[in-house]
């Protein structure tokens, strides 16, 4: 005996009944993953508001001095050492 109305609505009802618990499943895995962020990355520290301070950029111009001072006392090194070498090479 052949019922195929019989095994259409079990088929239908037991497709529903194991889709059921997969959404649900699926939907609060969704629920979690947007509380806590990506698996294994570090937790979003929470920002903290902070008073914004004037800075003087006076100064600017003395650390442009000394950092061109500096340069140029370097140039000035390798420009020793290159004529040395160039003086102690054998002929």
């Known amino acids: 005996m052949r019922r195929p109305g019989i095994r ?9 009944v ?3 618990p ?14 806590q962020g990506s698996p294994g ?4 520290q929470k920002q903290r508001p ?16 000394r950092v061109a001072a500096s340069r140029a006392r ?3 090194a390798a420009e020793r050492a290159a004529t040395e070498r160039e003086a102690s090479r054998w002929p």
């Open 74 to 76: 370097n140039d000035a």
């Open 50 to 65: 902070s008073k914004v301070r004037a800075m003087a950029a006076d100064g600017a111009k003395e650390a442009r001095e």
């Open 41 to 44: 990355a570090p937790p979003v």
């Open 18 to 20: 194991i889709s059921l």
């Open 22 to 35: 997969v959404g649900a499943t699926a939907a609060s895995a969704a629920v979690v993953s947007a509380a």
């Open 8 to 16: 259409a609505a079990l088929v239908a009802a037991l497709t529903v």
